[in-house]
């Protein structure tokens, strides 16, 4: 099956930094998803991007499918950054089949 | 408010006792999903649904069972709980992947 690795796994920042967090994948995919996990569990969409870039306010994620990896970047980090983002890719043939499988995970903490 | 709902969201059992976890949607969604969580595992996918009628097995399905009642909800039966299923289950769901996935708020289990 498709393995997904995560770097680094722990990260610690002042407030104000900025961050880059990697996913690289092991196979082909269509399906590459980035979710926060903040620190009562509750898991977030933040990015659809199985290819190309997108951003949303001070995060965005680019993903070069043909090397197999991703990037999330965190630009002026605030201690609200804080918690645990995953990478999940998957393969799915049409409609809405999206299986995911999750790296371990980055866990980040933003000090004040 | 739209979403994911998870009941409930603490449980502790014993050894061999039975119990099912309920998982609700109410975005129209077609996909389902459960996963559980263990420290430094990422999330693993126990069972899915892709649509209403439809189940099957993700990466860690031994121990469990599933029924789809309908659109709305996506159920999880432990029939003989083991102390190896002390985790954090979630359930998510998905219109189409590019819309990425919804999760609940979690259940912790614990077993004894």
């Known amino acids: 099956g498709i393995q997904v690795e995560q770097s680094p796994p722990d990260l610690i920042l002042q407030e104000g930094a900025n961050s880059t967090l990697r996913c690289n994948f092991s196979d082909s995919v269509n399906n590459l998803q980035w979710f926060h996990q903040n620190p009562w569990g509750q898991l977030i969409n933040l990015f659809y991007i199985p290819s190309g870039t997108k951003q949303n306010g001070r995060l965005s994620a680019t993903t070069v499918a043909t090397e197999r990896y991703s990037l999330l970047y965190i630009s002026s980090s605030q201690t609200t950054d804080s918690g645990v983002y995953f990478c999940?890719?998957?393969?799915?043939?049409?409609?809405?089949?999206?299986?995911?499988?999750f790296g371990k995970g980055t866990k980040l903490s933003v000090k004040p | 408010n739209a979403g994911v709902t998870q009941t409930p969201k603490f449980q502790v059992l014993k050894t061999g006792q039975s119990m099912t976890l309920q998982c609700a949607q109410d975005?129209?969604?077609?996909?389902m999903y459960w996963y559980r969580q263990d420290p430094g595992m990422g999330l693993r996918l126990i069972y899915y649904?892709?649509?209403?009628?439809?189940?099957d097995k993700g990466e860690v399905p031994n121990g469990y069972n599933v029924s789809r009642l309908n659109k709305r909800e996506f159920s999880l039966r432990l029939e003989s709980a083991a102390p190896s299923q002390t985790s954090v289950y979630f359930c998510a769901s998905e219109w189409e992947a590019a819309y990425g996935y919804t999760f609940g708020s979690g259940t912790r289990l614990t077993v004894v």
């Open positions: 649904s892709a649509s209403e009628g439809t189940t």
């Open positions: 999940a890719v998957g393969l799915f043939y049409g409609g809405s089949q999206g299986n995911l499988i």
């Open positions: 975005m129209n969604h077609n996909s």
